[in-house]
């Protein structure tokens, strides 16, 4: 089972902001997500990645960028938050030829 | 894009007792997979159960089992001998080719004590 980490776990911060949150898993994946959640809601694809050097927008239409240098670690940056950013962001990743995704614990954002 | 569908919001089950969550999704690929995930109040999504379209054995794992119908494209999740750990969110999720993973709206078990 994959070790993924995400940091920081919450995040309140005013508008204007620029914040990254970071993703970072252990197991030498090659595929890794973002996945953006409301309260209660189901999961929507902002970004995704098939290895280094490799990122596409995923269904749901994002203002944050990711990129992807190294295999282990997959950043996310919004340059100037608003409050409609606020939500929680989880991160995943699954391997070559696994189907299987493997979620981190997810940051809280809350953008004022 | 795969789409997946929960009609259940919400299920109440009283502990030691067994309770289905419903699933359809609509794919026009002839092999793909099947997730269920569990979000309990902590939030992180913990993987469940899969099931491989190619196999016709229904998925099991310790209390919690599927009934996989292919070709009425249904996924159910059935948790027996629920526990207070059990309540949570579960999502259910299908797997395309390219590697992305589509997700239902999501069924908020409670159990009751």
């Known amino acids: 089972e994959a070790d993924i980490y995400q940091t920081p776990r919450y995040l309140v911060i005013g508008t204007g902001k620029k914040i990254t949150l970071e993703c970072s898993q252990t197991m030498g994946h090659d595929k890794m997500y973002w996945y953006q959640q409301d309260p209660g809601m189901e999961l929507h694809l902002i970004h995704y990645?098939?290895?280094?050097?490799?990122?596409e927008k995923g269904d749901l239409s994002s203002e944050s960028t990711v990129s992807r240098i190294r295999t282990e670690h997959f950043p996310l940056t919004l340059e100037s938050a608003r409050p409609s950013h606020t939500s929680q962001y989880l991160c995943?990743?699954?391997?070559?030829?696994?189907?299987?995704?493997?979620f981190g614990p997810g940051t809280r954002l809350l953008v004022l | 894009a795969q789409t997946v569908t929960q009609s259940q919001p919400e299920m109440s089950v009283q502990e030691a007792e067994t309770v289905t969550l419903s699933c359809t999704y609509d794919t026009s690929e002839s092999d793909y997979y099947l997730f269920w995930y569990k979000q309990p109040p902590s939030r992180q999504m913990i993987l469940v159960i899969r099931?491989?379209?190619?196999?016709?054995q229904n998925a099991t794992e310790n209390r919690f089992s599927v009934n996989f119908q292919k070709a009425a494209k249904s996924f159910s999740l059935k948790i027996s001998d629920s526990q207070l750990g059990d309540a949570a969110m579960y999502f259910c999720?299908?797997?395309?080719?390219?590697?992305?993973?589509?997700f239902g709206a999501g069924t908020t078990v409670t159990v009751r004590a």
């Open positions: 999720a299908s797997f395309s080719n390219d590697y992305k993973l589509s």
């Open positions: 099931q491989e379209a190619y196999k016709q």
């Open positions: 990645s098939y290895g280094v050097n490799s990122t």
């Open positions: 995943a990743s699954s391997g070559w030829g696994l189907e299987t995704q493997y």
